[in-house]
């Protein structure tokens, strides 16, 4: 039984999305009036849409986790954003943005989806401009780019090393522009608790007002999902401290299917962790691999000195350094994409090359760039990173090469949606890194900005109102309906059951065996063995916290403490669904590695004839076995090939 | 490292607040000031007592959601970081840490050191933004921007919202603040068509919301952790004046 209808337009690639805008139903003005959207999440892709929903005339609500739209963590990102004009006239296209985002994807990813991805990358840019993004610039005053992994052309516009900053409060900055004009209204520090279904359609939400501990309802004709990813399962991420999965596993115990959950993104340029009391993990912007060259020591014993701290890295002679992603991909260098670099940093580590005191970091070396370019060009390109580095690490990086090594980044997996981005529960739409459509098994650098806001901006206003169409004989959602009712009974309810364990650990410990379990188990190098002994483990942990959980405070009070438990018990469930489809799925590909299926060289082998589907997670009940539903991928306008970046 | 830490403790906006001090020891010099308040945390809970309840969120100086006034310096004593930056290294050993939250009349307590910061919001709301929806707009390349004033506005733009600048001065003014995002918008062609409406409404908002007046002791520069420049304000006095004299337009949207 195959219930997944994808929803492709026919005809050819490049006419699709162009076939579908001149079919698609609309609704008129009087009766956009009367509609009401839900938007859940305030980053790059939430607001863009509710933005964008609101100038259209329906009647928004928007949900924020903090105080305001602007903390959301698309405002972390640092490198840039990717649009395929080819203002360098280097031989970027959209046929070309399109088949490096296939391919960086390791072929995972849908085709028609992708492209749409591409065609509006360039309107993308345009409206940033507009909003006033103060994009960088040359002298001529025209847009400048920079070049990123996985790609030979220069494609990535930035603003400094904070571009996510700059697009969100652009996106932020339209959203505010349509709450003033009253057609979208802001809840600041609400977090979502539950997702409404009538009639199998999605109606609503129950959230919880985190400054009161209020349990509230809210009906709308749609909900959409812009929650972000689900890197914090590994506790240790470069994820912000309130980013969480947990509307995504709500929705998933609603009835939405779950795509790809173990495709997760380890970032390479990450400051290597120091300890026990780590927090998070703070990302150095890829960009920094255009001009810093990553190294560690060709001898061993060298790499050894480095550790007890007898050596410095400026004492290794030139011949004696090993830059292994020059010598291992001359054709791409230090700008292979993501997956690969960070599996390269971890091959060396393991090997006994690394460096710093617990040998998991390698050097990412500005020196020559320095030589090449002079330290005040370094500075005019990185300043901010480098500013941002010595202030943690406490060491110079124009005196010093940097450390860095990986870290959970960015989840490719997600909520499962068609073309339209709606999931399997009608009148639901997934949007951003909630959804799971465009970057198959590995993201592309500079390209989840580019996604969100091509969602926010120019996909749900269109594709959304071809499922509103319809809804224009729904009066009001009424939110005193039996369905709201036991869903505000269950969300009290869990609430109470966690406050009353009264156990013996703490919500934070409980997330750092979470984390340990899925790093060790089910992290950057994967196998059957593993992943068998970390299913059971899993279980155990979810045992755990529902009898031993120690929590403070109470319900009807602000209680960070309550809300980081509510959002464990949901990620504990999304590693259980996690480590099964890792250990389904057999074979390598993009950052999903596993040990048993590489090449002889030691490369990520895929098994195209077997695993070229997206592997969709049904929730079956509570203690119920999930059952994994398969959408085929067919690649009509692509060669598939075997990625190769040597 | 062993601190003792002086933390103003508030149950809710209409409680009584007081300080409470706590000990805390064997604290890495590597450790963020956060973290070091997630050490103490996990100690309180294991004793039963409510945790220390602060913003935070991204931890890496860009959401601008984390905001203490810690020793009488907002995002404490190290320059140009935000507080999820600050590193224990920058005390000294023994030291006692007095933790407060933001004080200012616009951003009223919610919880310990948590404040209500959503007065920022509504000054953008009355136009920190250029008025285009979605679709319709040219080439990024038709509009052509110099170098110099690109990088001008985006030193503006690279204003956090932490509220630092308000915390900062004896007049709880919002002056740095507003004046970046002004000042963004105003060096920008994108900008010019409502550059004297925005000004006027923003500041209008500014004042009714209850935030002083600038009385020129540049401690917002002094303390922000962006190092937005003061020179931000003058311009948008500039804006201002220009915009009360010259325009002919009305306010009103």
């Known amino acids: ?646 | 490292m062993d601190f003792t830490l002086k933390i103003w403790r508030q149950e809710n906006r209409k409680a009584k607040g007081r300080f409470e001090t706590y000990k805390i020891s064997n604290i890495s010099p590597d450790c963020s000031f956060l973290e070091m308040l997630d050490i103490l945390n996990e100690s309180l809970v294991d004793k039963l007592s409510h945790p220390v309840c602060f913003d935070n969120d991204c931890r890496e100086g860009i959401c601008g959601m984390c905001g203490l006034y810690i020793n009488g310096h907002p995002h404490g004593p190290d320059s140009a970081v935000t507080t999820c930056q600050l590193h224990m290294r920058k005390f000294s050993d023994g030291e006692t840490i007095t933790i407060e939250p933001w004080r200012a009349k616009p951003f009223p307590i919610i919880r310990d050191l948590i404040v209500d910061r959503t007065a920022l919001d509504k000054i953008i709301q009355e136009g920190g933004y250029v008025s285009a929806t979605t679709g319709g707009v040219p080439d990024g390349n038709a509009i052509l921007i110099s170098k110099h004033k690109a990088d001008e506005a985006m030193d503006s733009a690279s204003c956090i919202g932490c509220g630092a600048c308000v915390a900062a001065c004896k007049n709880a003014s919002a002056m740095l603040f507003v004046s970046a995002k002004v000042s963004q918008l105003a060096l920008l062609p994108q900008g010019k068509p409502e550059a004297a409406i925005r000004v006027q409404n923003m500041v209008a908002k500014m004042d009714d919301l209850g935030f002083g007046n600038c009385t020129n002791t540049y401690a917002c520069e002094a303390e922000c952790p962006k190092q937005i420049k003061r020179s931000n304000i003058a311009r948008m006095n500039r804006e201002f004046i220009c915009a009360k004299v010259a325009s002919e337009e009305s306010t009103k949207r």
Request: proline letters at 3%; aromatic letters at 10%; a neutral charge.
């Open chain 1, 1 to 646: 039984m195959n219930t997944l209808n994808s929803k492709i337009p026919e005809g050819q690639l490049s006419e699709k999305w162009t076939k579908y805008k001149a079919s698609q139903k609309l609704v008129n003005p009087a009766n956009k009036r009367k509609l009401d959207v839900i938007v859940v999440g305030t980053g790059l892709a939430g607001s863009s849409a509710a933005a964008s929903l609101g100038a259209l005339g329906f009647n928004v609500k928007i949900f924020c986790i903090s105080d305001s739209p602007r903390r959301a963590h698309s405002i972390a990102a640092q490198g840039g954003i990717n649009a395929a004009k080819n203002y360098q006239n280097d031989g970027d296209s959209v046929d070309r943005l399109f088949y490096d985002t296939i391919k960086g994807g390791d072929y995972r990813a849908r085709e028609a989806n992708v492209y749409r991805l591409a065609e509006v990358s360039n309107s993308i840019i345009d409206q940033c401009v507009a909003q006033g993004v103060p994009f960088a610039r040359d002298y001529s005053g025209m847009l400048d780019n920079r070049s990123f992994g996985g790609a030979q052309v220069s494609r990535t516009f930035y603003a400094k090393g904070q571009t996510g900053q700059q697009l969100l409060l652009g996106a932020y900055s339209a959203l505010s522009k349509e709450i003033k004009a009253g057609t979208v209204k802001m809840y600041e520090r609400r977090e979502m608790m539950d997702l409404v279904v009538v009639d199998g359609r999605a109606r609503g939400i129950i959230t919880r007002n985190l400054q009161n501990g209020e349990i509230e309802r809210w009906g709308a004709h749609a909900v959409v999902i812009a929650t972000g990813g689900y890197g914090n399962v590994f506790f240790l991420s470069t994820n912000a401290m309130n980013c969480n999965g947990s509307a995504a596993v709500q929705c998933y115990h609603k009835g939405a299917f779950f795509a790809n959950p173990c495709f997760v993104q380890i970032h390479p340029t990450c400051i290597p962790v120091k300890g026990e009391f780590q927090s998070k993990l703070t990302l150095m912007s890829e960009s920094l691999r255009n001009d810093g060259r990553i190294w560690v020591p060709k001898k061993i014993e060298d790499a050894q000195a480095i550790r007890e701290g007898r050596l410095k890295p400026t004492e290794i002679a030139e011949e004696d350094r090993d830059y292994y992603l020059e010598r291992r991909y001359p054709a791409f260098g230090n700008l292979v994409p993501r997956d690969i670099a960070s599996r390269a940093a971890k091959e060396r580590c393991d090997a006994g090359y690394g460096v710093g005191a617990t040998g998991f970091a390698v050097y990412l070396d500005f020196k020559s760039a320095i030589e090449r370019l002079g330290r005040d060009k370094v500075e005019a390109r990185y300043g901010n990173l480098f500013q941002m580095y010595e202030k943690i690490v406490d060491v110079n990086p124009y005196e010093n090469p940097m450390m860095i090594y990986p870290a959970v980044h960015y989840t490719m997996g997600g909520l499962w949606v068609d073309y339209e981005l709606q999931t399997t529960i009608p009148g639901l739409f997934a949007t951003g890194e909630a959804n799971f459509s465009d970057h198959g098994a590995n993201r592309l650098g500079a390209s989840a900005l580019m996604q969100g806001l091509a969602d926010g901006y120019f996909v749900l206003p269109y594709t959304m109102q071809n499922y509103l169409s319809d809804q224009i004989y729904e009066s009001k959602i009424s939110t005193e309906t039996e369905e709201f009712a036991v869903a505000e009974k269950s969300v009290k309810e869990k609430l109470e059951k966690i406050m009353s364990i009264n156990g013996e650990k703490t919500v934070d410990t409980l997330q750092r065996e979470l984390g340990h379990i899925m790093w060790e188990y089910v992290g950057m190098g994967r196998n059957a063995q593993n992943l068998q002994k970390a299913i059971p483990m899993l279980e155990n942990l979810k045992k755990e916290f529902w009898s031993n959980v120690r929590l403070t405070g109470d319900l009807n009070s602000l209680n960070p403490e309550l809300e980081k438990a509510v959002r464990l018990a949901d990620h504990i469930e999304l590693a259980q669904i996690m480590a099964k489809d890792a250990l389904q799925r057999e074979e390598s590909c993009g950052g999903h590695y596993r040990e048993e299926f590489v090449t002889e060289e030691g490369e990520a082998k895929r098994n195209d004839q077997d695993f070229m589907f997206v592997g969709v997670w049904e929730y079956k009940g509570k203690d119920q076995e999930p059952v994994m539903h398969k959408e085929d991928l067919k690649y009509e306008f692509i060669n598939v090939q075997q990625r190769n970046y040597k």
